[in-house]
């Protein structure tokens, strides 16, 4: 009887808060890294991060964080990097400025990547077509990962 009680009870929370459960399970499977531990391993597999304002503060939308990123959101980029056979650029993390959302950049679970040839070779050939996105043409990977290619870069979002 207690559990029923205190299940009723997260759930009562999580309505009044305007969550739900699907957003909380969210939230407990990504394992946040800091930007040093995100960047170490980004960087030991030849993944680098490029911004306009050549800086990683979380606070400015001219910059290029990962502090906070998913864990499994940098295995992701790793395991692309190592499907695509070339090394990424990623030029959006955590930073502010992008669009809100549970799974969304500044939650840990997308990045966007430079353009370049060898990503939407590797993503067409492998990745099944989805119905465009804002416009923009999308395709998901067989985890369910999706895949923008918006006109300036790949904006990846890498589900738990």
């Known amino acids: 009887m207690k559990v029923l009680s205190i299940a009723a009870a997260a759930f009562a929370f999580l309505a009044v808060a305007g969550a739900s459960p699907v957003n909380l399970e969210a ?17 030991a597999n030849g993944i680098t991060a490029s911004s306009s304002g ?22 992701g980029v790793i395991a692309l990097k190592k499907g695509v056979g070339r090394n990424l ?4 993390g955590t930073e502010t400025g992008h669009a809100s ?17 060898e990503i939407e070779a590797y993503v067409k050939k492998n990745f099944e077509k989805g119905s465009n996105r804002n416009g923009d043409p999308r395709w998901y990977s067989p985890s369910g990962n999706e895949f923008v290619k918006e006109s300036n870069h790949w904006d990846v979002t890498f589900y738990p």
Not at 54 to 66: E, G, L, P, V
Not at 89 to 92: A, H, K, N, W
């Open 27 to 43: 939230r407990q499977t990504c394992v946040k890294l800091t930007q040093k531990e995100a960047e170490d391993r980004l960087k």
């Open 54 to 75: 050549n800086c990683t503060d979380r606070k400015k939308s001219n910059c290029t964080s990962y502090e906070g990123i998913c864990s499994h959101t940098v295995n």
């Open 89 to 92: 650029v990623i030029t959006g």
């Open 101 to 117: 959302g549970t799974y969304s950049h500044a939650n840990g679970y997308k990045v966007d990547l430079r353009l370049i040839p």
